[in-house]
């Protein structure tokens, strides 16, 4: 159960998190950054993807029909959500081309959440909590953006593409 709960979560805040950065409004702006947004979405379909075989491979643990071990299996769905975020970030920084703190902080969020994950996992803690632990990183980015990150985006769309009519 634990798993399915954590796949709907990771799916879901994955989803959310990509849906925050304001693609359409810079690109409309400003065509010649649709070259690196594009290829950027290489890493960012590619990690969605291994999400989804590192929870298969996490489904196959708990039927028992691998030997990979819970470190593992927590390893195979915990480097594709960093890179998605990875990815989602320098995204976001070459769309705007302006840094915000704010976003070092939403980053740290979901490293720190990633590496807890896999610290339980080799503490011998349960693969069912690991995953939960890891459905807690995309969740930080969306409370982050709901909270305060969306003034701080709206800010710099305001800068970068001028007072909207």
Do not use: K
């Not at 590619?46 to 299996?73: C, F, K």
């Amino acid at each position: 159960m634990a798993i399915v709960v954590a796949g709907l979560g990771i799916t879901f805040g994955l989803w959310w998190s990509y849906f925050i950065m304001p693609s359409g409004p810079v690109l409309e702006r400003y065509r010649s950054r649709a070259f690196g947004w594009g290829y950027g979405h290489i890493l960012i379909y590619g990690s969605i993807a291994a999400t989804g075989a590192g929870l298969h491979v996490a489904a196959y643990l708990s039927e028992g029909h691998t030997v990979v071990g819970v470190p593992g299996a927590v390893s195979a769905v915990a480097i594709p959500v960093l890179i998605f975020s990875i990815s989602l970030f320098t995204l976001y920084t070459w769309l705007l081309r302006e840094f915000d703190p704010f976003h070092i902080g939403l980053f740290l969020g979901t490293v720190l959440a990633l590496v807890a994950a896999m610290a339980l996992a080799y503490g011998g803690a349960s693969l069912g909590l690991c995953l939960l632990v890891i459905t807690a990183s995309p969740a930080i980015v969306v409370v982050g953006y709901e909270t305060i990150g969306h003034r701080h985006q709206a800010e710099a769309l305001s800068r970068i593409l001028g007072p909207r009519a």
